[in-house]
């Protein structure tokens, strides 16, 4: 995932000045799918695989037509893989949202010494996000502009105006990401507040003026109190929302029967967040506990039900300074997760003297208990779902890991891209525990085209393998120098994928779009679409993503296959941040290992890389020292020549006269190398 710089809106917010995403050509896509997959597959399944392919894309045939409807939609819509794509990825997936799909981003430990504390940081918070969204509102927000591989590109803002007007509503087959159109003079804005397992609607606008963060804390302390009373316990109905999507939109239907419901459901669903207030949840808070904590709420005994899954945003704060924010995926990427959790931790560190907010409301109206209306019909699925999330949390196998040895300055000084020296350690790691290379995602943005969300930058590369078999054969047949040289042909062949990617080149939409197509065509699948190489090229069991910070956080979330890995990364200068994530049920994984095999890969990789660079120095030492002395010899001779001529008595000159150039020499040299090495890192090599 790219870095950002920023600058003042110059109203491409809404993508129109961005061009479209291109559509590559059919051989080109081919020819590429052939590649990324033949080391991937048994001998016998590539060829086959070939003639599928070449039939295919043969003249006449059918990829040939469905490319040209591709082109026919390419004109036609503004993005031409956006729908296809959003189903795809999103909508069509039945799978429960926490961990399979809901990534989460983990504030700092925050040090709450009383319960009025926490309230504190809730207020200050929400009064950060209605800052934010006023941003939002105008269209203030400064565009985005793409660092590292082809920077300067100014990238689509679309997603961000998802991130407090959208909702993922559950749907028997396919869900719908719903969008709230903003009118001129919209009703007074209200954020939902989560506590106890009792939801509650905080009105953030009244009589026209927004609450100040005192009465927002004075409102808070009253949620509070009415979610702490036993007098009105209400189930957790938050629990539903963690079940698969066509169970929840089962229950759905079930609990709207009701009016009383309805309108508790509407008014959860138009809501602009949620801000879950959690109870405290055990003495152990390490980054691991803290990451599963954020993606599952640790099941109903503990905080699961504490949630609505559905929204976009949802802000947890926890009673024992556990916080961080849990997002719902379809409506955004990361990037834009972190451009505006950074801007709120950033809000909330900042002077507050330097904000402006409304003069307090004198009389505030007590918030509002959302009532649920419960059959027994619903008790039962409230039972289903809590025990489905409590099997979830039972099988997350997650591991934080802070590797300090290094970090993304020591692999710029190798001048290498950090993304891809850490998706090559990432490929070595899989191989040190399972002997051979499997698909892998590598999440690419192509925000750089109207509405353009992301491409898949296939990391598996064949030149990774070649280096990483040469790393696991025990030293017995590749030197260090052909190793050196494996590396940065790995890294190379991974910085091509991921330029090919962010330029709208890459494979995955595009076949993506080929079998959609046909699909709307009502055509029969196409034998690409139903070969062994195509189920095995989309099993991604490591899913990876880069999800770089400024501010201390880091973003975790977990596999996307039962017998998979998610692995996410936040390289800094001196260190790097990874969240690995696997399922405990499956006989093939373990994260602690894969971390175990990470951190060592790492290590091997940076003695190659010192090994290599002090054998480079040498031989230029020696070379230059070879030169200097057959210089000198022949200067040395001639002296001692003419100095016979004049007087046999003169002493030959002292060795030192012919040391110094030398040394000085080797010196001068070894400075204007690093001068040149660290110019070359600031003009060329980025994050």
């Not at 997002?327 to 997760?337: R, T």
Request: with cysteine; net charge neutral.
């Amino acid at each position: 995932m790219p870095v950002l710089d920023r600058e003042p809106s110059k109203d491409l917010g809404g993508g129109d000045g961005l061009p479209k995403l291109p559509l590559p050509a059919l051989e080109d896509t081919l020819d590429m799918y052939l590649r990324c997959m033949k080391h991937l597959l048994t001998e016998e399944q590539f060829n086959k695989t070939q003639n599928v392919v070449k039939q295919f894309g043969a003249p006449g045939g059918v990829g040939k037509l469905l490319q040209s409807k591709l082109v026919e939609r390419r004109e036609n819509k503004a993005n031409w893989v956006y729908d296809y794509w959003l189903n795809d990825m999103y909508l069509n997936n039945r799978l429960a949202l926490p961990v399979n799909s809901s990534p989460a981003m983990v504030f700092p430990q925050q040090n709450f010494r009383a319960p009025i504390d926490s309230l504190r940081f809730a207020a200050h918070l929400i009064s950060g996000v209605l800052e934010y969204k006023t941003l939002l509102d105008s269209r203030s927000l400064p565009v985005d502009y793409a660092r590292g591989q082809l920077a300067g590109t100014p990238l689509c803002m679309e997603q961000y105006y998802r991130l407090f007007t959208s909702y993922r509503l559950p749907g028997p087959e396919r869900d719908t990401l719903v969008a709230q159109e903003s009118s001129v003079m919209p009703e007074p804005e209200h954020i939902i507040v989560a506590c106890k397992n009792q939801f509650f609607v905080l009105d953030v606008v009244i009589n026209f003026r927004r609450l100040n963060e005192r009465d927002l804390l004075t409102q808070l302390e009253k949620i509070a109190r009415m979610a702490y009373s036993d007098e009105e316990q209400l189930p957790p109905i938050g629990i539903l929302t963690s079940d698969g999507r066509t169970e929840w939109a089962e229950s759905r239907s079930v609990l709207m029967r009701e009016s009383t419901n309805r309108d508790s459901l509407d008014m959860i669903e138009r809501c602009m967040c949620l801000v879950c207030l959690d109870d405290a949840t055990g003495p152990e808070l390490s980054d691991t506990t803290r990451a599963m904590l954020m993606l599952h709420g640790g099941g109903l005994a503990k905080n699961g039900g504490n949630r609505w899954y559905d929204k976009p945003m949802q802000f947890v704060v926890g009673a024992d300074g556990c916080c961080g924010v849990v997002c719902e995926h379809s409506a955004f990427e990361g990037i834009v997760l972190v451009q505006c959790t950074e801007y709120l931790l950033k809000y909330m560190s900042g002077s507050p003297s330097k904000l402006v907010r409304a003069a307090s409301v004198s009389e505030l109206p007590a918030p509002r208990r959302l009532r649920w209306k419960c059959t027994p019909e619903i008790h039962k699925l409230l039972a289903s779902s809590a025990d489905k999330l409590q099997r979830l949390v039972k099988n997350l196998d997650m591991d934080v890991h802070k590797f300090d040895d290094y970090g993304k300055e020591f692999i710029k000084k190798q001048k290498m891209s950090p993304d891809a020296y850490i998706q090559v350690a990432l490929q070595l790691a899989y191989y040190r525990c399972h002997g051979r290379p499997v698909s892998t995602y590598e999440s690419a943005s192509i925000r750089r085209f109207r509405e353009g969300r992301v491409d898949n930058i296939r990391s598996a590369t064949p030149e990774a393998l070649a280096f990483v078999k040469a790393m696991t054969d025990g030293g017995r047949s590749t030197g260090e120098t052909e190793k050196m040289e494996m590396l940065r042909g790995a890294i190379n062949a991974q910085t091509k994928y991921t330029i090919l990617a962010i330029t709208g080149m890459a494979i995955d939409n595009h076949l993506l779009g080929l079998r959609e197509i046909a699909r709307e065509l009502k055509m029969e699948k196409p034998e690409i679409f139903k070969d062994e190489a195509h189920l095995i090229s989309n099993q991604f069991i490591l899913s990876t993503s880069q999800v770089p910070t400024t501010v201390e956080m880091f973003c975790c979330y977990g596999p996307v296959l039962p017998n998979g890995y998610g692995a996410c990364y936040n390289p800094q200068s001196d260190h790097i941040i990874f969240c690995v994530s696997s399922f405990h049920e499956s006989s093939e994984t373990r994260s602690a290992e894969f971390v175990k095999c990470l951190a060592q890969g790492l290590l091997d990789m940076r003695d190659l890389c010192n090994k290599c660079n002090s054998s480079v120095k040498v031989e230029r030492q020696g070379r230059t020292l070879e030169t200097h002395t057959q210089t000198d010899t022949n200067w040395q001779n001639k002296t001692q020549q003419r100095a016979a001529d004049l007087t046999k008595n003169q002493p030959a000159p002292p060795q030192v006269l012919v040391k110094t150039p030398d040394q000085t020499t080797v010196e001068a040299q070894t400075q204007t190398s690093s001068h040149g090495e660290a110019q070359a890192l600031k003009n060329g090599s980025k994050s």
